[in-house]
């Protein structure tokens, strides 16, 4: 055991805060597109339909789930500055092809596709930061570095929609180099944006970090990445065996925690645009405020959870967190009479057809509601009349969607971090990269099934089934924590090293 000098702390902790950053340029390579990313889908290429839209956001989360168990059998063996560089400068590379995809004369929604694959193949470095700092932290360290790690992650889920909300400035035409193909717009300025801050990223890697371990009481130990030696460096503390039922737990637990929330960041924008009639950059523009103040509530919750987590412990707070997206999305169900303003694509006149089959369809509907404005534009509004559901079903309210907002922003942070803590926790000494590299996955294969299944479920059977069902399944993972709860704890707690 080498006890550690200020010298070595003070690196130590910059190198963790380099790995906050790069969480924070994940997360906003994700989110800086995601409001805008169906209206631009429809510009480019009018052929796409909201189920694409579904397959575009889900293609991040399988680029990053092939890519995180790759990254993190890479960090378990080599320097960990080479996975982060590569993936890093993926990441650059495809935000910037992402840039170009309205160049194509056609089959552009298939080039936004494969662009935000390879974004998502580039955050599979996620895996290897949470195994980083779970080897160079402490386990009374843990908690607050996972929490700060998560709340970065969130910031970065806040200021995505911030900046693409103030890209919106440029508009829907921007300005357009010709020498560069290149129209630079409230699409495209985003991701080079983003592009630029990965490049920073890379500097900041080459110049600050460093590769440090220590062991679960905080001794300074030989880092398998930095010397390229094999598991014979691991000392006396590693012995025994993980405990693989908590494990499983876990990765289920987070699939579910990353399925309900990727259902929530993917319906926002089509929702409000069904349900209040708004235009694509109206849309763009109130979600992204929406969801900014949500990310900054998210925050503030990351910032109580480490000091409240030391009087209850994670496990009771993570139940806590799920039993609050739960009402969050039971909030979400639609319960009133009203239903939302039909959108009539089909009709190129200022008047509806007096035909039998729309009268017994609609008997509901006065002819004179029918009629589109006088003043009406090229972009219809409300909910499209080829989703039946729009027909029968009540709209939600704009005071629902908040509430849902509101409290969905208050339990997944929670369930977040308190998931990824109680594993690195339960994983104990032992080299964490490819077990980070699996949940890592594992919360990328909800975010490719959570677009896939509510852009499937929400077109065909409206929001009511969507929600209902999505209630369902945290339901279920509720009575999964019940089961394994006395199993999550940590690996030094297990076999009698240290007390709970």
Not at 402 to 411: A, F, H, N, Q, R
Request: net charge positive.
């Amino acid at each position: 055991d080498v006890v550690e000098t200020r010298e070595h702390f003070k690196s130590r902790w910059r190198s963790i805060w380099i790995m906050y950053l790069t969480m924070f340029l994940s997360s906003v390579g994700f989110s800086i597109v995601i409001m805008s990313v169906w209206p631009y889908l429809q510009k480019i290429d009018p052929t796409a339909d909201a189920s694409f839209l579904g397959w575009i956001i889900a293609s991040y989360s399988i680029g990053q789930m092939v890519a995180s168990p790759l990254f993190g059998l890479w960090s378990n063996y080599r320097p960990r500055r080479e996975p982060l560089v590569i993936s890093t400068a993926i990441s650059v590379a495809a935000n910037c092809l992402y840039a170009y995809v309205h160049v194509p004369h056609s089959h552009n929604k298939y080039y936004m596709l494969t662009a935000r694959a390879l974004v998502g193949f580039g955050a599979g470095n996620v895996a290897v930061v949470r195994s980083y700092i779970a080897g160079a932290t402490s386990l009374t360290e843990r908690t607050s570095a996972m929490a700060n790690t998560s709340a970065c992650q969130a910031v970065g889920f806040i200021l995505g929609p911030v900046f693409q909300t103030c890209f919106t400035l440029i508009g829907e035409e921007g300005v357009t180099w010709k020498f560069l193909c290149l129209q630079l717009n409230m699409y495209t300025a985003p991701v080079l944006f983003g592009a630029l801050l990965g490049v920073i990223n890379i500097i900041l890697i080459f110049a600050i970090f460093r590769e440090h371990r220590v062991d679960d009481m905080g001794r300074q130990c030989k880092s398998i990445n930095s010397d390229g030696e094999g598991s014979d460096v691991l000392d006396q503390n590693t012995e025994g065996s993980i405990d693989h039922v908590a494990v499983v737990a876990l990765n289920i637990l987070f699939f579910v925690i990353l399925f309900v929330f990727a259902v929530f960041e993917t319906i926002a924008t089509p929702l409000t645009m069904d349900m209040y009639s708004w235009t694509r950059k109206e849309a763009v523009f109130y979600n992204g405020i929406i969801l900014s103040v949500v990310g900054i509530e998210s925050v503030i919750v990351f910032m109580v959870v480490k000091t409240l987590s030391k009087k209850t412990g994670e496990r009771a707070i993570l139940h806590a967190g799920l039993l609050i997206v739960l009402v969050g999305f039971f909030i979400l169900l639609p319960w009133g009479k009203k239903l939302p303003n039909i959108q009539w694509q089909e009709i190129k006149n200022n008047s509806i057809p007096r035909t039998a089959p729309t009268e017994m369809l609609m008997p509901f509907w006065s002819l004179q509601e029918m009629q589109l404005p006088s003043n009406h534009t090229a972009e219809p509004g409300g909910c499209p009349i080829t989703q039946s559901w729009c027909l029968n079903t009540p709209m939600i309210y704009l005071a629902q969607y908040i509430s849902s907002d509101v409290l969905i922003g208050l339990g997944y942070p929670v369930c977040n971090v308190m998931s990824y803590t109680l594993y690195s926790k339960v994983l104990g000494p032992k080299p964490q990269g490819v077990y980070m590299g699996w949940l890592t996955a594992s919360g990328s294969g909800a975010r490719i099934l959570g677009p896939v299944f509510v852009s499937q479920i929400y077109t065909h059977l409206g929001p009511r089934w969507a929600f209902s069902l999505i209630c369902a399944v945290v339901v279920a993972s509720l009575l999964l924590l019940e089961i394994v709860y006395k199993r999550l704890i940590a690996f030094s707690v297990r076999y009698g090293r240290m007390q709970e």
